[in-house]
């Protein structure tokens, strides 16, 4: 009894570890330090995990990925894989991943081997003597095995959709399997049926295995021309592109141009004489003032628009006028006085009002001769 207890752990820790593993999984394999089995792409990864190996081995072309130690990866052809010893059992892959502890990545000198499984559906030309022509073979998604391609029914339309499929131009010829020879395997398709449309041959009716009887001397293999490369702008086309660009730029500019200049007001000239209005030059946009003030409102004749004056324009001090102009009349200050040259005593002051006050310690002495003194302007003569 105990030890169908300790078979039944043994299964369910092995189950659980295959459990853990990602898709396409093959098995655990001895593994030797001086002949690596799969010699190709070692890589250390202290990230490690399977599905980074797998992606490794993808990038670089190759069929087939192991984990080993944790943190080693190695990648191998199909050859590779076809010369590996006998699978181990899946407990001597022991070592978590040290990018996913609940991963194995197989052990010491133990390889976790998975197959580069198809991301997508696939296709592709093998023994060409270029990448445009060679036996067709294909696998579908989830899946590593690749498998050749029937010649029953395959024409034209089915070998434009498998040169699209490969990302080449259109098909350029139908060959046989003596131009690329027979493949191996399983022959994945027959009796195709494409439109010509089609992007894919997975996209076009066709019998899988078992159900036709093609054998390998029937593979088919295509020529494809290459594909187009994209047409470039031509002088032409660059020529009009600049033009264009130009013509988006100077067309807004010339009309903001315009608009700017239409709404600059008329110019407008006072002079000092008042005529009792405006006076209007003809031929222009010009309205001459003569009240010394600048109008409130105003028509142009012959002008291109009517001049717009604003009612609320601030006042500005009006021009110097053109001719001469005549200070009202000021009180004019008396002339400063005189001593006179010749007084007699006792004449009469000057009229106060006509010179100006003195005061007492002002006032000139009088001559020193007694011979009358003509009096000056504006006083009294006493005989």
């Given at each position: 009894m105990?030890?169908?207890?300790?078979?039944?752990v043994?299964?369910?820790?092995?189950?659980?570890?295959r459990?853990?593993?990602?898709?396409?999984?093959?098995?655990?394999?001895?593994?030797?330090?001086?002949?690596?089995?799969?010699?190709?792409?070692?890589?250390?990864?202290?990230?490690?995990?399977?599905?980074?190996?797998?992606?490794?081995?993808?990038?670089?072309?190759?069929?087939y990925?192991?984990?080993?130690?944790?943190?080693?990866?190695?990648?191998?052809?199909?050859?590779?894989?076809?010369?590996?010893?006998?699978?181990?059992?899946?407990?001597?892959?022991?070592s978590?991943?040290?990018?996913?502890?609940?991963?194995?990545?197989?052990?010491?000198?133990?390889?976790?081997?998975?197959?580069?499984?198809?991301?997508?559906?696939?296709?592709?030309?093998?023994?060409?003597?270029n990448?445009?022509?060679?036996?067709?073979?294909v696998?579908?998604?989830?899946?590593?095995?690749?498998?050749?391609?029937?010649?029953?029914?395959?024409?034209?339309?089915?070998?434009?959709?498998?040169?699209?499929?490969?990302?080449?131009?259109?098909?350029?010829?139908?060959?046989?399997?003596?131009?690329?020879?027979?493949?191996s395997?399983?022959?994945?398709?027959?009796?195709?049926?494409?439109?010509?449309?089609?992007?894919?041959?997975?996209?076009?009716?066709?019998?899988?295995?078992?159900?036709?009887?093609?054998?390998?001397?029937?593979?088919?293999?295509?020529?494809?021309?290459?594909?187009?490369?994209?047409?470039?702008?031509?002088?032409?086309?660059?020529?009009?592109?600049?033009?264009?660009?130009?013509?988006?730029?100077?067309?807004?500019?010339?009309?903001?141009?315009?608009?700017?200049?239409?709404?600059?007001?008329?110019?407008?000239?006072?002079?000092?004489?008042?005529?009792?209005?405006?006076?209007?030059?003809?031929?222009?946009?010009?309205?001459?003032?003569t009240?010394?003030?600048?109008?409130?409102?105003?028509?142009?004749?012959?002008?291109?628009?009517?001049?717009?004056?604003?009612?609320?324009?601030?006042?500005?001090?009006?021009?110097?006028?053109?001719?001469?102009?005549?200070?009202?009349?000021?009180?004019?200050?008396?002339?400063?006085?005189?001593?006179?040259?010749h007084?007699?005593?006792?004449?009469?002051?000057?009229?106060?009002?006509?010179?100006?006050?003195?005061?007492?310690?002002?006032?000139?002495?009088?001559?020193a001769?007694?011979?009358?003194a003509?009096?000056?302007?504006?006083?009294?003569?006493?005989?």
């Amino acid at each position: 009894m105990a030890g169908v207890w300790t078979a039944f752990v043994l299964l369910t820790i092995i189950q659980w570890t295959r459990a853990q593993a990602p898709a396409g999984y093959e098995g655990c394999f001895q593994d030797n330090i001086f002949v690596r089995a799969f010699p190709h792409e070692e890589k250390w990864d202290g990230q490690l995990t399977n599905a980074r190996c797998v992606n490794h081995c993808r990038n670089k072309g190759y069929a087939y990925a192991g984990s080993q130690f944790a943190w080693q990866c190695f990648c191998g052809t199909e050859q590779n894989f076809q010369s590996l010893p006998l699978a181990l059992i899946d407990s001597f892959c022991n070592s978590d991943c040290s990018g996913n502890n609940a991963e194995k990545c197989g052990g010491s000198l133990k390889l976790s081997v998975y197959a580069v499984l198809a991301l997508q559906n696939e296709a592709r030309l093998v023994s060409g003597s270029n990448n445009r022509e060679g036996r067709v073979e294909v696998r579908a998604a989830n899946t590593k095995d690749w498998g050749t391609v029937c010649d029953s029914g395959f024409d034209m339309d089915d070998a434009m959709a498998a040169c699209k499929m490969l990302g080449h131009g259109d098909a350029e010829d139908v060959r046989d399997s003596s131009s690329f020879g027979q493949g191996s395997g399983t022959i994945k398709m027959a009796n195709l049926g494409c439109g010509g449309e089609e992007t894919s041959l997975f996209d076009c009716s066709y019998d899988g295995p078992g159900s036709h009887s093609c054998s390998h001397s029937d593979d088919v293999g295509i020529v494809c021309e290459e594909r187009p490369a994209s047409p470039g702008l031509g002088l032409g086309a660059i020529i009009g592109i600049v033009v264009g660009v130009i013509i988006l730029l100077t067309v807004p500019f010339i009309i903001l141009c315009c608009v700017v200049c239409n709404s600059k007001p008329s110019r407008v000239t006072t002079t000092g004489v008042s005529t009792g209005g405006p006076t209007v030059v003809h031929g222009g946009n010009t309205v001459v003032h003569t009240n010394m003030m600048y109008p409130t409102s105003g028509i142009v004749v012959g002008g291109a628009y009517p001049m717009q004056i604003q009612q609320s324009a601030p006042y500005q001090q009006p021009m110097r006028p053109q001719q001469p102009y005549q200070q009202p009349m000021q009180p004019q200050q008396p002339p400063a006085y005189q001593q006179p040259t010749h007084q007699s005593p006792g004449y009469p002051q000057p009229n106060q009002s006509m010179q100006p006050q003195q005061q007492p310690n002002q006032i000139p002495p009088p001559p020193a001769y007694e011979e009358p003194a003509k009096p000056s302007d504006g006083q009294l003569y006493s005989q």
